[in-house]
């Protein structure tokens, strides 16, 4: 029970009601002390009044602290994490009420802060794979996005995600577009954002990435007592691999320049990069898919990584994250550059400016921006089955796009890709879709009679 009260206390010290407490306490103790030097001190200002559903609230989230507490003195740590990942389910809902972008806010401070569970049991070992040179537990990555600003990647690591991208990052900080950019499309599993590349700029990231980056060298060098024979999973940024997504400035007029500063400052503390050249909410900047803009923009940017000294492990590999509103030449042309210049993988895709028909009907659908989700799912895997078969699956692809369970992530991988991303579903979802989505996920393989993920990549193009 000692933990429970622990678990109580820490919660009740982040929290208003805390606060207000203590202040109260405060000057009623202050006031005593004074009470026979001095007049009695003005009437305290009156605490604000907490309504009665914020209350509940509170009580029902100390009462669930508490009560899962008291039940880990019973269990043991897997169980008790999964009783964790399965109680978010309960908080979950409460975001739908608030304004999307609050709501996402929300969510990754609450990462940043370590308020949300910590994965503890192992992946399933038919999951474990190594891409690039780089061991991932799982297959099953955060899309930038999310984490816009590197501010939660080592709680949103902890939840159990193989990978986690950060981004996009513009070389200097811009707002992005007008709000309100983000639009809820819940029954259709569907946000539509036109957020435009909202960053706080390459020096912010560098910082908190720099001081991330230090971190895990010190875990790393300090863990004398592993053996030859050990595995250890993760990458530069904690327990698993941090990718991080480049980003041109709305207003720069060379954005080769743009994507060159991004790799000379992030790179050293990325597992992989990624020049994102395929948002729709950026003027002019899916022209860069262009057979020769893109050719001349992967050359420069290689080179300026490339140039850089690196160590045993060599540079990050150099991906490239192309759109699903492409024609069969834009992807022939984009196939080619990749396999020319070798490119070392292409995430396919970002969101979509289509509408198709699932979404059609709701009034939303009607705002300007990319769609992401289930309805973009079908587009997005077609056009990452076509890409596997004109790179002849001799370039790592990433599929995104609509994957919300374990079926689907392993069509994404049955369709070429080695390494999967969610973001619209974990938005609607929660922590507790991580867990379920792997497991599944390891059924369908196992179910389908392939050992591993490598067997089962592009089984749906032989």
């Known amino acids: 029970m000692n933990m429970a009260m622990r678990v109580a206390l820490k919660f009740m010290r982040n929290s208003a009601l805390y606060r207000n407490v203590k202040s109260r306490h405060n000057f009623c103790t202050e006031a005593s002390t004074a009470s026979t030097q001095t007049p009695p001190p003005p009437i305290p200002k009156k605490v604000p009044h907490v309504s009665k559903k914020g209350r509940l609230l509170t009580a029902a ?9 008291a039940y880990a003195s019973t269990v043991d740590e897997a169980t008790f994490c999964g009783w964790l990942f399965n109680a978010t389910k309960l908080v ?3 975001f739908a009420f608030l304004d999307p972008e609050v709501a996402h806010r929300l969510a990754v401070s609450a990462a940043a802060r370590g308020w949300v569970p910590i994965e503890k049991r192992q992946d399933p070992p038919i999951l474990e794979l190594k891409v690039w040179g780089r061991r991932f537990s799982n297959p099953v990555g955060l899309s930038a996005g999310f984490d816009k600003n590197a501010e939660a990647v080592e709680g949103l690591l902890g939840l159990g995600f193989g990978f986690v991208e950060v981004g996009s990052v513009t070389p200097v900080p811009q707002e992005g577009n007008p709000k309100p ?10 946000i539509i954002n036109r957020c435009g590349f909202n960053s706080e700029g390459i020096v912010a990231v560098a910082k908190r990435l720099g001081a ?9 060098s300090s863990s004398s007592s592993l053996t030859e024979d050990d595995v250890v ?19 720069s007029e060379d954005a080769t ?3 060159v500063q991004g790799v000379h400052t992030l790179s050293q503390y990325a597992d992989y990069l990624v020049i994102n050249i395929s948002s729709p909410n950026t003027p002019g900047l899916r022209q860069l898919q262009g057979r020769k803009q893109l050719k001349d923009l ?3 940017v290689q080179a300026a990584r490339d140039e850089m ?4 492990e060599g540079p990050p590999p150099l991906l490239v994250k192309i759109a699903p509103d492409l024609s069969k030449q834009d992807l022939e042309d984009i196939a080619a550059v990749a396999l020319a210049l070798r490119v070392d993988g292409l995430i396919i895709s970002n969101t979509t400016v289509q509408r198709p028909d699932s979404v059609s009907s709701n009034h939303v659908a009607e705002e300007t921006g990319g769609l992401s989700g289930k309805p973009l799912f079908n587009l997005s895997t077609s056009i990452l089955k076509d890409m596997f078969i004109l790179t002849k699956g001799k370039i790592p692809l990433i599929g995104c796009g609509g994957i919300s369970s374990g079926e689907d992530a392993y069509k994404k991988i049955r369709a070429g890709a080695i390494l999967v991303q969610l973001y619209t579903s974990f938005a609607y979802g929660g922590p507790a879709l991580i867990p379920r989505i792997k497991a599944e996920l390891a059924e369908c393989l196992e179910r389908d009679g392939f050992k591993s993920i490598y067997e089962a990549v592009g089984a749906d193009c032989r």
């Not at 989230?61 to 507490?69: A, H, K, N, Q, W």
């Not at 950019?181 to 569907?190: Q, S, T, V, Y």
């Not at 980056?213 to 010190?218: C, D, F």
């Open 257 to 259: 320049a743009d994507y």
């Open 92 to 94: 979950n809902p409460f």
């Open 309 to 312: 000294q690196w160590g045993e």
């Open 181 to 190: 950019r983000i639009f809820r499309l819940r029954n259709e599993g569907a």
């Open 212 to 220: 991330q980056h230090g971190k895990r060298k010190l875990e790393t």
């Open 61 to 69: 989230t100390i009462g669930l602290l508490i009560g899962g507490g």
């Open 298 to 300: 992967v050359k420069k």
């Open 233 to 251: 999973h993760g990458g530069k940024a904690g327990p698993g691999i941090l990718g991080v997504n480049l980003g041109k400035n709305k207003t």
